[in-house]
């Protein structure tokens, strides 16, 4: 008897708290009235150090700066020197007697450097591709290329940061060109286009193709395809660049001036494309697409950067220099000038 009172008490006593519970899951812990704060966390940027001034010299050859501008570089005398915006740091770059400097370019996401040396002597000439780590203060080889003779030059690199596939555009004596395929593994082989004489080119960042002038028809073709890029109504297509997202920007030349700008996707058809006229047409050369499809367009009268979606300027002094993620760069007076876009 006392056992059977004993198990309902405990029983009533474990309901009670049952019940308790669930009331204050429901109008505490559930409820909508519940007063909740949130603090705000600021993030706080690091200070960044104001850009010193960077003498550029006389007969200074080559000049561009790294994707974000912390570095500008140029060939001098033999030389290839590397010098920090911030603190004026400088080094330069080692090379073997008896090689010159056909080409290089900076890699669109970090400091690092693709060069193309060029050898020549009585026995042999050739081409060969490395690279220089600046925050290593590294320089190593990464490929024989091809044969060479005195007029042939490495003319444009393109290299893409997610399929790690590195394309190299070798100018030959008559103006033919030949191109290097080269993968994360160092693999090489020789690429066959539509055309022997190509103009610009441009890489899809997400996938492994390219895309080309070819200047003897004046057509467009991509690596991968059968056809050319034809867009209705534009019998001089003009290849403006790729952005992150792979879409193919064409410009409509006219009268010697990119009066329209075409783009869109590769797998899409170019009569779904988006097209932007321009109010003021450009020389194609004050034309850049930037990685997330900003287009800009380099005034060189006004010493001023245009916003085309935006219609924002940035005016800038001196001679210009090149567009880099940031901003703007020229060279005024001798000395490098970063005007940042805001």
Excluded: C
């Excluded at 492994?208 to 209705?232: C, H, M, P, Q």
């Amino acid at each position: 008897m006392k056992s059977t009172k004993r198990i309902i008490t405990w029983i009533i006593f474990s309901l009670v708290i049952q019940i308790i519970g669930f009331i204050y899951i429901e109008k505490v812990y559930l409820s909508t009235n519940t007063s909740v704060k949130f603090k705000k966390v600021e993030k706080k940027e690091k200070d960044s150090k104001k850009d010193i001034e960077v003498p550029i010299p006389e007969g200074a050859e080559h000049v561009s700066l790294s994707f974000d501008g912390k570095y500008v570089t140029y060939y001098i005398d033999g030389q290839l020197k590397v010098i920090n915006t911030k603190d004026g740091q400088e080094k330069k770059v080692s090379f073997e007697e008896g090689i010159d400097i056909s080409f290089y370019k900076w890699l669109p996401d970090r400091n690092r450097m693709l060069i193309a040396e060029k050898h020549n002597s009585s026995k042999s000439s050739g081409l060969k591709l490395s690279y220089y780590d600046v925050d290593r203060d590294e320089k190593n080889k990464i490929k024989d290329l091809t044969w060479s003779d005195e007029n042939s030059e490495v003319e444009d690199i393109q290299y893409s940061i997610f399929t790690n596939v590195i394309y190299v555009k070798v100018s030959r004596s008559g103006g033919r060109s030949s191109f290097y395929w080269i993968d994360i593994n160092k693999q090489l082989k020789n690429l066959y286009l539509k055309s022997d004489f190509v103009g610009e080119i441009a890489i899809l960042h997400n996938e492994d193709r390219l895309v080309y002038e070819d200047t003897t028809y004046d057509k467009i073709y991509a690596t991968g395809r059968e056809n050319s890029i034809k867009i209705k109504g534009v019998d001089s297509p003009r290849l403006l660049g790729v952005d992150d997202d792979d879409n193919v920007y064409i410009g409509a030349l006219e009268n010697e001036k990119i009066s329209k700008i075409y783009y869109g996707s590769l797998e899409t058809p170019t009569s779904e494309w988006n097209v932007m006229p321009l109010v003021d047409p450009a020389s194609r050369e004050d034309i850049f697409i930037l990685g997330g499809g900003k287009i800009v367009i380099n005034d060189n009268l006004k010493g001023a950067i245009k916003e085309i979606s935006t219609g924002k300027e940035y005016s800038y002094s001196g001679r210009f220099l090149q567009v880099y993620s940031g901003g703007v760069a020229s060279i005024k007076d001798g000395k490098l000038i970063k005007t940042a876009f805001k």
